[in-house]
């Protein structure tokens, strides 16, 4: 998206970065930067991917705001790499969860009577197999 602001000659005046604050804009600057910077083919490729996927690891250890605001610029700004890489955050995060564990972790009311619950477990059996 910014990329095309700056070729199609629309940034003169700045970049509309709605929603995406400048505690945030700082993050996946950073995050843009440690992969930009990080030799893609080298003798040691392996041993560079380990370390990258140590230094996402600890990236994304943030509090639940800051993580679901840096998938929401990493959506916006159209960066698969850190889109992909906080949901599958937020999937870990959930794995192997309970939906009361669910509800627990990211502080969601339930909604439901005990009723619609029981009916919604009976439908959807397969996924608390």
């Not at 669910?102 to 619950?117: A, Q, S, V, Y």
Request: glycine share 2%; charged share 35%.
């Amino acid at each position: 998206m910014i990329k095309h602001m700056i070729e199609d000659n629309c940034a003169d005046n700045g970049i509309p970065l709605p929603n995406v604050t400048s505690k945030i804009l700082s993050k996946v600057i950073e995050y843009c930067k440690k992969h930009v910077e990080t030799p893609k083919l080298d003798e040691r490729a392996t041993f560079v991917d380990d370390e990258l996927k140590a230094w996402d690891a600890d990236f994304v250890k943030v509090d639940q705001a800051t993580l679901f605001d840096l998938i929401l610029a990493a959506n916006y700004l159209n960066i698969k790499s850190l889109l992909d890489l906080t949901c599958q955050t937020v999937a870990d995060m959930i794995k192997g969860k309970t939906p009361k564990e669910i509800r627990k972790t990211f502080n969601i009311k339930n909604d439901f009577t005990l009723e619609e619950e029981d009916e919604v477990c009976r439908e959807n059996q397969w996924a608390f197999e």
